[in-house]
T-cell receptor, first 113, second 118 residues
Framework: DAKTTQPTSMDCAEGRAANLPCNHS???????VYWYRQIHSQGPQYIIH???NNETNEMASLIITEDRKSSTLILPHATLRDTAVYYC??????????????FGKGTHLIIQP | NAGVTQTPKFRILKIGQSMTLQCTQD?????MYWYRQDPGMGLKLIYY???????DKGEVPNGYNVSRSTTEDFPLRLELAAPSQTSVYFC?????????????????FGPGTRLTVT
């Protein structure tokens, strides 16, 4: 699976959009970009995933650059409850992901009141 | 659905003791996983299972054993606990359908077990 690079921490004001970047310059053609988050002391929570098109769901939007070497997770109206560590994970889907997810250190997003 | 449940929530072990961390899921998922998370770090995969009776090692399997006798349960056994096994342990599950659309494989995580070995 391709390696990812994320900033260690970020701040965002409550009510503003939080934009979390991720670099994955070695991503291959059949690898997807996944985002999970982990609120303090809880298990990780799936947010969104994508291959090459932009994706949106009820939690967030995922913007993937045309060359697929980087992506941005957007939380449109951040709340205090969005304070968490956000993990960007790149992986292929052969075998259905049987061998688990590779978590780096992620980005600690702090929403300021 | 309760999702993925783990017991106990907290445990303190003495060096050399053994214990079993329990994990149960009620979503009829075929894949299950055990991860550990050390302070300030990401999760590391210990063991995984693609179905009842089938298990395989992940990145950090030493000192642990697993079994998968049913679809629902995936216990993790620690033999001869060591201080290096002090960590938070997360169980997760996902569903994979062979030949299905390979676009998700979202993993659902349990609340974790905080283990201290002294």
């Amino acid at each position: 699976d391709a390696k990812t690079t994320q900033p260690t921490s970020m701040d965002c004001a409550e009510g503003r959009a939080a934009n979390l970047p991720c670099n994955h310059s070695t991503i291959s053609g059949n690898e997807y970009v996944y985002w999970y988050r982990q609120i303090h002391s809880q298990g990780p929570q799936y947010i969104i995933h994508g291959l090459k098109n932009n994706e949106t769901n009820e939690m967030a939007s995922l913007i993937i650059t045309e060359d697929r070497k980087s992506s941005t997770l957007i939380l449109p109206h951040a709340t205090l409850r969005d304070t968490a560590v956000y993990y960007c994970i790149v992986r292929g889907v052969s075998g259905g992901g049987a061998d688990g997810l590779t978590f780096g250190k992620g980005t600690h997003l702090i929403i300021q009141p | 659905n309760a999702g993925v449940t783990q017991t106990p929530k907290f445990r303190i072990l003495k060096i050399g003791q053994s214990m079993t961390l329990q994990c149960t899921q009620d979503m009829n998922h075929n894949y299950m996983y055990w991860y550990r998370q050390d302070p300030g770090m990401g999760l590391k995969l210990i063991y995984y299972s693609v179905g009842a009776g089938i298990t395989d090692k992940g990145e950090v399997p030493n000192g642990y054993n697993v079994s998968r006798s049913t679809t629902e349960d995936f216990p993790l056994r620690l033999e001869l606990a060591a201080p290096s096994q002090t960590s938070v342990y997360f169980c997760a599950s996902s569903y994979f359908l062979a030949g299905g659309r390979p676009t998700s494989y979202e993993q659902y995580f349990g609340p974790g077990t905080r283990l201290t070995v002294t």
